[in-house]
């Protein structure tokens, strides 16, 4: 455990069966709409971890990389210091090449066989996901946890879920409900959506590396520590 999660106490997480929450994303950088999202899980869904997995290069991203993956990690690392329910897994960064989210399931249910996954997915990502190279691989051995965005198609979530296969029939209306959850089975698979009711942040990775230098209210988009840290690394010049 000690060579993937650098934060935290990492014996703790060997010593029974756990529910461990998975991040995956490039955060370049990580804002306050990914910690707000981590929060909502942790106390939503009951799990005993929320890991952050940063991205060495991300299947549906530019192959022009904004920041070192060591920089992403550091800030993820400033980030979350602090927060015992956090983690960070450096797996992905130590495979190298595309980050298939199959792949890291796959190594992670080698290693922890009896650990329960759950990937979270931001709402835009939800919509891409039928299209993912081995996508009901992933649903075979992870439930998918889905946070909404302020002013969310309905329609387009249900296009979704029926190209995974899923009985509009017998899910629950509206999709993403008004407080709680709401969870939902694909025919013919082991585990389940989930889709939060919140929170509904609006933020983004790419437009605060686009307008940090320019405009003071990215910097509240931010952590403080890693606002520091972009600044004294010079980083979206």
Request: proline residues 6%; hydrophobic residues 40%.
């Given at each position: 455990m ?44 009951k ?5 952050f ?6 299947p ?11 920089q992403?990690?550091?800030?993820v690392?400033?980030?979350?210091e ?21 792949e ?29 190279k ?7 051995l ?5 946070a ?8 387009r ?11 509009l029939?017998?899910v ?6 008004n407080?709680?959850?709401n969870s ?29 230098g ?5 910097k ?18």
């Amino acid at each position: 455990m000690k060579e993937i999660l650098k934060n935290g106490a990492p014996g703790l997480l060997l010593m029974k069966p756990k529910r461990i929450a998975l991040f995956g994303g490039s955060f370049d950088p990580i804002h306050l709409g990914h910690l707000a999202v981590a929060r909502e899980v942790f106390q939503q869904m009951k799990v005993d971890r929320v890991w952050f997995i940063p991205a060495w290069q991300s299947p549906n991203k530019s192959t022009d990389s904004f920041t070192s993956p060591e920089q992403r990690m550091a800030m993820v690392h400033s980030a979350i210091e602090g927060c015992v329910e956090f983690e960070v897994c450096d797996q992905e960064l130590k495979r190298g090449g595309t980050s298939y989210s199959h792949e890291t399931l796959e190594e992670l249910q080698r290693l922890y066989p009896e650990t329960e996954w759950l990937w979270i997915l931001g709402l835009d990502t939800f919509f891409d996901f039928p299209d993912w190279k081995h996508s009901h691989r992933i649903l075979e051995l992870a439930d998918l946890i889905v946070a909404p965005r302020p002013g969310y198609d309905e329609a387009r979530i249900k296009d979704t879920l029926n190209r995974l296969g899923t009985d509009l029939s017998q899910v629950s209306q509206p999709v993403i409900p008004n407080k709680g959850m709401n969870s939902v089975k694909s025919e013919g698979l082991d585990h389940q959506i989930h889709f939060l009711a919140g929170p509904r942040v609006d933020l983004s990775s790419s437009r605060i590396r686009q307008e940090f230098g320019k405009n003071a209210v990215t910097k509240k988009m931010l952590p403080p520590s890693v606002v520091h840290y972009i600044m004294d690394h010079q980083l979206y010049d």
